[in-house]
């Protein structure tokens, strides 16, 4: 039966902290039993039930391939079901876990994707305690053996990530045509697809950014900054609190042209966004905005400032000019 120990490093474990050997070893005994796992499913069922809901996908298909006994099936899709539905934390060392547990020869070349939608943002810890926080509309990836013997990550879309120092594994970060390497620091990533640039921030420590064969190394204050538009790429300063706006539930513009504040309000508020791009070519807009202000007052607020009408109709915007 389960008691205070086993609850105290499960408690550990769904937080996102490593465990150590011996209380890995200690979990694996409980889902080897079958009264001591059902009790478990029972105790994140519970966990889940007093959560608060996240609105991050987690996909788990890579999992469901690896199982190859039709029983070991039966047990993951239920411990699945429940990890997916389970909001107060982000289950990633569990993901692992469940590869450790119930798959044979897992590939170390899947990786297991974390995702948030327009409108969304959320925080994780991965397994070796690296922390990131993902804006609205961001994927991150890594492979199954992350930690083992590398910790190299995907992004695309945008992040802060605060990084736990291991002088023998630096982590990496693939974007686009960018990869950003760290011991131990923490620094921004900006990098969504129809975005005409790729920019990588340091707020403290020291990162490599390399582009083909060129290699920066950035001071805390520097940001590189890849045009796909233009040839070459740019080391300059950056103002922190813009750069980490997002991260603290604010949307900022500074003389931002009139296109890219659209393609934030379309991720921030999840809408379509209907203009003439033609008749807003040399605008610019400069504002600052809280997460829980509505889109309504935004647009009030730009349509004062630019001079144009808009009509608000479900989940799409018209603006007229």
């Known amino acids: ?6 609850d105290n490093f499960l408690e550990k474990f769904i937080s996102g902290k490593r465990l150590t050997e011996r209380e890995f070893t200690l979990l694996e005994g409980l889902l080897d039993d079958a009264d001591q796992k059902h009790e478990i499913i029972q105790w994140l069922e519970k966990k889940w039930q007093y959560s608060t809901p996240e609105t991050v996908h987690l996909q788990f298909e890579q999992i469901r391939k690896k199982i190859r006994s ?33 798959g044979n020869q897992t590939d170390s070349s899947k990786l297991l994707t974390l995702s948030t939608q327009k409108g969304e943002q959320t925080s994780v810890i991965l397994p070796d305690g690296s922390k990131v926080w993902l804006n609205v509309d961001t994927k991150l990836s890594y492979p199954v053996n992350y930690g083992v013997k590398s910790r190299k990550v995907e992004l695309e879309g945008e992040a802060f990530f605060e990084v736990m120092k291991n002088r023998e594994l630096p982590f990496e970060v693939s974007s686009g045509n960018i990869t950003t390497k760290a011991l131990g620091t923490s620094f921004v990533i900006f990098s969504y697809p129809g975005s005409s640039e790729i920019r990588s921030s340091l707020i403290n420590g020291s990162v490599e950014v390399k582009y083909g064969k060129r290699i920066e190394i950035l001071k805390p204050g520097q940001q590189f900054i890849f045009n796909k538009n233009k040839p070459g790429v740019i080391v300059q300063s950056f103002d922190e609190h813009d750069e980490l706006a997002w991260k603290n539930e604010q949307l900022v513009f500074r003389l931002t042209p009139f296109n890219q504040v659209i393609e934030e309000l379309e991720k921030w508020y999840n809408v379509g966004v209907e203009y003439n791009p033609a008749a ?12 829980y202000e509505t889109l309504e007052h935004v647009l009030q607020v730009m349509a004062k400032a630019g001079g144009f009408t808009y009509r608000i109709e479900e989940e799409n915007v018209k603006i007229m000019k």
Not at 280 to 291: G, H, M, N, W
């Open 1 to 6: 039966m389960m008691n205070n120990v086993s």
């Open 70 to 102: 039709e029983s070991a099936k039966q047990r993951l899709n239920r411990f699945v079901t429940i990890l997916s539905k389970a909001a107060a934390v982000l289950f990633i060392p569990l993901l692992a876990a469940a590869f450790y547990f119930y």
């Open 280 to 291: 807003f070519e040399s605008e610019t807009f400069t504002a600052k905005f809280k997460r």
